[in-house]
């Protein structure tokens, strides 16, 4: 059989932890075929990541460019598609995150071969690989097979394969290859990194978050919230779109594109529980939700749940801290 | 500047309880309420403002049925200059499909810009744009939060993970994938929708497009949809607001948070 690729991502002279979650899942199933696992590194010169993705795959192939410091899709599309054509892998992992979205599909466009996105799943006993997702923002599981190719394109959601602190370390072989002479200038180029979530407020040392989301309705309503994290001594954040209309600055943002926060408690309110901001919360102590949807996610992973309207609950919380 | 926008019409499912299907593959859809896909509302915005200022036309295309001509009609009442509808008829439709129909259809066309949304509220998928752009040929930026032209390039603003973004220089003509939060889309009433029924929607039926059958085969199958595993899930807190409210005062302090 052939290679699994792992397409590694790095950013700011460090490979990024989705790295080792789809190298941890090619493992598991290497084991159970006989594919060899095979990671791709591509970055700037003397970066050290090649040593460390060795003692997680067979072996790692090696693209070393000062063009490559940075990710940059039109060379890694130009590169991998040269690797893949060569190599033919059986299936070859890409996260799904910003870098993996941009670089995903068009790959799959480029090689021909078909991609499925965002997959918190993969079966590849045997043939053609079968992939799990979640549809309709996680209210739903679909699992998607693929038309028969030379191989599969996948991408992979960040937290859905974490491995253990005592994953199985080996030691595989490094391969450098020449980055080909002939790649054309890439159409866009990197200029800067801005941090965005700098602000007046760190909410990641808050012991209490009190967090609201789309259920809060009306911009005018943040009031009353902010009210009862005052009473309660805790800290305001809030779930995407609350961000998204600008009724929040960035960095009250909890998530995958905000801040990853470890509260003793979280108490989410009217926020539904998208992945991405789920992630966000893995390290909180205890998560209360209230929501009025019962079926809506974050109740899969709160510890306690309530189904009521966010308000009446916030007022009758007030009272009692005041009124106690 | 001369922009295409690929917009969808997806269902309404937050506070609702959705059914499987009878074959098992989707969802029962006739209970359901449509809406503009959030994305592409804010990739309409992106796209008019950027004709405000810099002159051009916006054109807006959907594929789906007469149905779907709502969102249609709402990107030409926010000011778009003319739409396209491409009646799929009863086939199949996966990504990949979808960026050939939407590659077809935009080839002809003038264009400095595509804009589509990150990814469409119902499958999630997120990667039509991408795939529309490398069969097109042109740049790309996915997940984008900013765009400001200035002659042959743009710079981009893409959002990273982590409270990070990204700053870049973009060759156009390009397509973006358009994150929510990049703008204020603006208010769209019944009035501005009736309005805009003068201006230009052209329906093209698929089968007039020239598409091969290899074109229109999906590379991908949903075999089975399924309702999530069942996880212990939360310790439901019933009861009415005070004694709901006196229970997480308890469960809170229990926690170790001084309320």
């Known amino acids: 059989m052939g290679d699994i690729f792992v397409v590694a991502e790095h950013r700011k002279g460090k490979l990024r932890e989705i790295t080792f979650e789809m190298l941890y899942k090619a493992r598991e199933l290497c084991r159970s075929s006989s594919h060899r696992l095979t990671a791709l590194l591509l970055a700037g010169k003397g970066t050290g990541f090649a040593d460390e993705l060795s003692s997680w795959a067979d072996r790692v192939l090696v693209f070393e460019d000062d063009r490559l410091e940075n990710f940059s899709s039109d060379m890694y599309k130009e590169i991998l598609y040269r690797v893949i054509r060569e190599d033919q892998p059986f299936l070859t992992l890409i996260g799904h995150t910003s870098w993996g979205m941009d670089l995903a599909p068009a790959l799959s466009v480029k090689t021909g071969l078909p991609l499925a996105t965002d997959c918190v799943g993969i079966q590849a006993d045997d043939g053609r690989p079968i992939v799990t997702r979640q549809i309709y923002s996680g209210k739903l599981f679909s699992r998607v097979s693929f038309k028969q190719a030379t191989g599969y394109l996948v991408t992979i959601r960040s937290g859905a394969f974490i491995p253990p602190n005592d994953a199985e370390k080996g030691h595989g072989e490094?391969?450098?290859?020449?980055?080909?002479?002939?790649?054309?200038?890439?159409?866009r180029t990197f200029v800067e990194f801005v941090d965005t979530g700098a602000g007046e407020i760190d909410i990641t040392q808050a012991d209490l978050l009190v967090s609201v989301g789309r259920g809060i309705g009306e911009e005018e309503n943040i009031a009353?919230?902010?009210?009862?994290?005052?009473?309660?001594?805790?800290?305001?954040?809030?779930?995407?779109?609350?961000?998204?209309?600008?009724?929040?600055?960035?960095?009250h943002q909890v998530g995958t594109s905000g801040k990853s926060v470890r509260p003793k408690v979280y108490l989410a309110l009217g926020i539904s529980g998208a992945f991405q901001h789920v992630a966000g919360i893995a390290g909180a102590g205890t998560v209360i939700a209230v929501n009025k949807d019962r079926k809506a996610p974050i109740f899969?992973?709160?510890?306690?749940?309530?189904?009521?309207?966010?308000?009446k609950v916030a007022e009758a919380l007030k009272q009692q801290l005041t009124g106690g | 500047?001369?922009?295409?926008?690929?917009?969808?019409?997806?269902?309404?499912?937050?506070?609702?309880?959705?059914?499987?299907?009878?074959?098992?593959?989707?969802?029962?859809?006739?209970?359901?309420?449509?809406?503009?896909?959030d994305w592409d509302n804010y990739c309409i915005e992106e796209a008019v403002r950027l004709q405000e200022s810099l002159g051009g036309s916006v054109t807006a295309i959907t594929i789906g049925g007469e149905d779907d001509e709502e969102v249609l009609r709402r990107a030409l009442a926010m000011g778009a200059d003319r739409a396209v509808r491409i009646?799929?008829?009863?086939?199949?439709?996966?990504?990949?499909?979808?960026?050939?129909i939407l590659a077809k259809a935009i080839q002809g066309m003038a264009c400095d810009l595509v804009l589509t949304g990150v990814q469409a509220d119902d499958d999630n998928?997120?990667?039509?744009?991408?795939?529309?752009?490398?069969?097109?040929?042109?740049?790309?930026?996915?997940?984008?939060?900013?765009?400001?032209?200035?002659?042959?390039?743009?710079?981009?603003?893409v959002e990273l993970e982590g409270?990070?973004?990204?700053?870049?220089?973009?060759?156009?003509?390009?397509?973006?994938?358009?994150?929510?939060?990049?703008?204020?889309?603006r208010y769209v009433s019944i009035m501005g929708i009736r309005k805009a029924?003068?201006?230009?929607?052209?329906?093209?039926?698929?089968?007039d497009m020239g598409l091969s059958e290899d074109d229109l085969t999906p590379r991908t199958r949903i075999e089975e949809v399924f309702l999530p595993p069942e996880t212990e899930g939360a310790e439901m807190i019933e009861g009415d607001a005070a004694s709901v409210a006196s229970e997480l005062i308890r469960i809170i302090k229990e926690k170790g948070v001084n309320l």
């Open chain 2, 87 to 100: 009646e799929p008829g009863t086939r199949e439709l996966d990504g990949f499909v979808i960026s050939k």
């Open chain 2, 1 to 37: 500047m001369n922009i295409i926008v690929c917009i969808k019409r997806v269902p309404m499912t937050q506070e609702v309880d959705l059914e499987i299907d009878a074959n098992g593959r989707g969802v029962k859809t006739d209970a359901l309420a449509y809406v503009i896909n």
């Open chain 1, 174 to 187: 490094v391969i450098r290859r020449d980055v080909p002479s002939d790649l054309s200038d890439p159409r």
């Open chain 2, 197 to 207: 029924g003068k201006k230009e929607l052209t329906v093209i039926p698929l089968s």
């Open chain 2, 163 to 185: 409270g990070m973004d990204e700053v870049s220089t973009i060759r156009l003509p390009s397509l973006l994938t358009i994150q929510t939060g990049i703008n204020e889309p």
């Open chain 1, 300 to 311: 899969r992973v709160a510890d306690y749940g309530v189904v009521d309207d966010l308000f």
């Open chain 2, 125 to 157: 998928n997120g990667s039509v744009g991408i795939l529309l752009a490398e069969q097109l040929g042109l740049s790309h930026a996915a997940v984008v939060t900013g765009v400001e032209p200035a002659g042959a390039t743009a710079t981009v603003r």
């Open chain 1, 224 to 251: 009353t919230i902010r009210d009862l994290a005052d009473k309660m001594g805790g800290t305001l954040s809030c779930s995407r779109p609350v961000v998204d209309k600008n009724w929040l600055p960035k960095f």
